[in-house]
């Protein structure tokens, strides 16, 4: 089943200042929100965690970046120096899927989607088993950190029933949470050890859109999953129409697979050749 294209939407009011406790999660979340239908695939342009709380005064807390790039790719948060916030070049990344509320063949599209952005980054996804971890619990692991002795969580992908999706969508403030598919947010370490680099990350879809399964069009499932595979990557929106991630106000957009701007990204943001 296609997608109806709703009129094209302005983006969500960029994160006021930081709050304590849990709403700064939310809070941030809003400039996270940025994907609609008309304009583009998944959310999560502004930066996830700009808000947050909590951190040791030896963590650095990344900015978000500047507006969508114009070179073809950008990143979501760069430090002071300019330098973009990314995963360790010679390490992988793990991912956990829970298929609670999830639409027929979810898992597919998940593990296809990984296989695509590993093929472009070079970076390995390990792909850790189903989990029936919440998105909700998540957040509560993105503010409080993991338990005393314990890692950073895999990446977690997942879908939420309409009226949940609406309901976290509502921690950070957005208007218009029925012509939003999805959104990722990539997570910084919060330790002198890790808060220069990403250490987990969130995806989360709408199972109440009628998404087509695949990666046929646009609004396929499997093409809103690398669209936010990319922003847990550490990749930003851009301006070109020809990028698959691209979000603005133009026509809706035809890509379906990885523009040159995208591949470079993610070839930057991805492993070093030199770690082999």
Partial sequence: MELLDPPPLPAPPPAPASAPGRSATGIALAAALALVVAIAVGAAGGGSDSAESGSPSTSATPSPSASPSTSGFGFLYTRSNGEPYLWPTCGSIHFMVNLRGAPNHALADAKEAVGRITEASGMPWVFDGLTRESP?????????????????????????????????????????????????????????????????????????????????????????????????????????????????????????????????????????????
């Fill in 136 to 276: 909700s619990h998540r957040f509560d692991v993105f503010d409080e950190g993991p338990s005393e002795g314990s890692a950073w969580p895999p990446v977690l992908v997942a879908w939420l029933p309409h009226r949940e999706f609406v309901g976290a969508l509502d921690l950070g403030g957005d208007r218009s949470p029925e012509h939003i598919l999805g959104f990722g947010m990539p997570k910084h370490g919060s330790s002198a050890s890790d808060s220069d680099h990403f250490v987990s990350g969130l995806v989360v879809l709408d199972a109440g859109q009628p998404i087509p399964r695949g990666f046929g069009t646009r609004f396929s499932r499997g093409v809103v999953l690398m669209h936010e595979l990319a922003h847990i990557m550490g990749l930003a929106h851009v301006d070109e129409l020809d990028e698959l991630m691209y979000a603005g106000k133009k026509v809706p957009p035809r890509q379906k697979d990885w523009g040159e701007g995208d591949l470079a990204g993610l070839a930057e943001a991805g492993r070093d050749p030199s770690c082999d």
